[in-house]
């Protein structure tokens, strides 16, 4: 006969965990993300304002361009903070299970924004090549040039800040957000190389940059939507995510094996059902104690577990 131990006690220590843990541990991660994103919007609209006024005074349609591109940033990183403060939200009637999944729709968001600012980029670039864009060939002055390169290096650093920001609360949302960052800093490249090419002889230089940036942007785009859709529909984590918590219960005491073992991604979280196999002899008292060790060694040897779930069905 199967046996199916629910664990009363592991679910009490799980609440009392996210009470006392993991709470503080996720208001940690939405203030810093937070932080993150009022910082990178203060530097975008000084960094816009200074692009805007050095390509109008240096005569560059490329950088005014680019100064749009920037002021876009600001508007995605609103975006960002809404997204991540609503999937910090603890759960309520309505959604039981949390808010997590709402980081991947900011994600989702982006993505097009960026795809769309990628397509943008391209299409300037068409339009340059076969002759549309007249303006294009305008010599612009030096200031235009210097905006670029500080560009350049300011979209660098707030990429690798933002990134590195991502990748310490595993954030799809600000991840994004980075590698918009990173798209605007690939953008004042061709805005550098167009306007140095202007000057020196080469306008081409320009458009052909543009198409180059813009295929790199729209891959950046499409990754960041494929992760977020993946989020959402419950795919299974990372083959070294599963063999490691396959891992963490073949080492547990008393399990003779593992019958089933599933993940799902739930946001930046993960929830996991476990079917071990024990002594069918076993006390059940004994047995809801090894299911909650094998409980506790997977959530405490796992990053972002939500929910973790331990079956026991009896072996020989």
Known sequence: MKEKVELTT??????KTEQTVEAPADKSNEQLAIRVSRE????????????L?????????????DAVHSLSDV????????????????ADGDHPYGHERFECVAALILSIILFAVGAGIGYRGILTIV??????????GLLALIAAFVSIAMK?????????????????????????????????????????????GYPILDPAACLVICLFIAKVAVDIFKDAVNKMIDKTCDEETVEAIRSIILKQENVQGIDLLQTRLFGDKIYVDVEIRMDGDMPL??????????HDAIESGIGNIKHCMVHVNPGS
Request: charged share 15%; with cysteine; net charge positive.
């Open 10 to 15: 592991a679910r009490k220590t799980v609440q």
């Open 40 to 51: 990178t919007i203060i530097g975008n609209v000084f960094l816009s304002a200074f692009k």
């Open 53 to 65: 006024l050095a390509g109008i005074l240096g005569h560059s349609a490329a950088m005014v361009s």
């Open 131 to 140: 002759g549309g864009n007249k303006g294009a060939i305008a010599i612009p």
């Open 156 to 200: 660098e650093a707030m990429y690798w800040y933002t990134r590195a920001a991502a990748k310490k609360i595993n954030s799809g949302a600000l991840m994004a957000e980075a590698w918009h960052h990173r798209s605007d800093a690939l953008s004042s490249v061709g805005s550098f190389i167009g306007i140095l090419g202007a000057r020196i």
């Open 285 to 294: 008292h004994m047995s809801h104690d090894v299911a909650h060790i094998v």
């Open 75 to 90: 508007f995605c990183t609103f975006i960002v903070i809404i997204g991540v403060k609503i999937a910090n939200k603890t």
